[in-house]
């Protein structure tokens, strides 16, 4: 079953559901699982590199990133 269809199935027995601390579980659940995925405050990395660990990544990036290709276009 591909994706779409487990989606709407799961919304079908969603709907079906009577039993308020069993949707206070799934809310949980959710709402667990979107906190977990949040993306990391940017504050979090800020220090972590040495100006020259850094001026590395950044060097790289443009070595190896930031090419264009006139050819593939």
């Known amino acids: 079953m591909d994706i779409q269809n487990r989606k709407l199935r799961l919304i079908e027995d969603f709907l079906k559901i009577r039993d308020k601390s069993m949707l206070d579980k799934i809310e949980a659940l959710l709402k667990s699982q979107s906190i977990n995925k949040k993306q ?6 800020s220090g972590i590199w040495t100006k020259k660990e850094a001026e590395e990544v950044s060097k790289i ?3 190896g990133c930031e ?4 050819e593939d276009w």
């Open 61 to 63: 990036i443009e070595e």
């Open 67 to 70: 090419q264009i290709n006139n």
């Open 40 to 45: 990391p405050d940017i504050e979090k990395f």
